[in-house]
């Protein structure tokens, strides 16, 4: 289906009215909004305001939507933009048409096609991710689990050990934990959390994906220093709330 330009902007503008411009009274006209689909590396919308116009950039995975998913993700766009919450109605209109088998899987080749994937090495300084796979792998997994790409990030994040990348079939973990203060069993830990990702995919559940099921939580706590790894985790939080803290 396509969306006349005219149509797109309306539909802003009218999210703009429902909300009532937020704290800063933004209160834009219809020709101040510039709407636009672009091929995002799935499915990614952006809104921004720009010396007092507004700039949508939805994906191009959705121009064949029907009329109120495109208005039910204009409002999104703009309730996020105001700090605002959005109506439960919308919300699960866009849902509902985004968490499609099919829609799921476009978003997912188009990651592939027009993402851009940083792989560095599985080989740390102090941990071989490959090696540790290959055990996690023969101990839970009776070795059947075909190995992903396995990397350290490129840079030295805390906020996020571990990453699984389904479209690119990658597991990132956090260089931070590439060191001889982490222990072993930690950094597995993480490894093994990723590889769970693998085994349960995510599961859609009244138009909310749910990465973690109880199936997920069930086979997670099967890691014999579980409650260590938990406790690690609290301390890895609390260094980074102190991070923060003196930075501010």
Known sequence: MLH???HLKRVVHDAFCHFGGGRKRFQPDVGSIEVRFYPYAGLHHTIRIRAGRVYVRISDLLESAPPEVIRAL??????RLLSRKAPR???????????????????DLARRQR???IVSTSTGRVYDLARMFTRLNRRHFDGEMEAPVLTWSQRRARSILGHHDAAHNTIT??????????????????????MLHI???????????YYHTPA???DERNYPRYEQAQDWLDRVIRQKQEIRARAA
């Not at 956090?174 to 597995?188: I, Y």
């Not at 349960?200 to 138009?207: D, K």
């Open 173 to 194: 973990i956090s260089k931070t934990l590439d060191s001889p203060d982490v222990p072993e069993w930690f950094v597995e830990y993480i490894l093994f959390h990723e």
């Open 115 to 117: 993402g851009r994937k």
């Open 216 to 218: 997920f939580r069930a």
């Open 74 to 79: 204009a409002f999104l766009l703009v309730a």
């Open 4 to 6: 006349s330009d005219l």
């Open 89 to 107: 109605n919308h919300e699960r209109v866009y849902r509902s048409y985004a968490f499609k088998p099919d829609l799921l899987r476009a978003s």
């Open 199 to 209: 085994k349960h995919r995510a599961r859609i559940i009244n138009g909310r994906r």
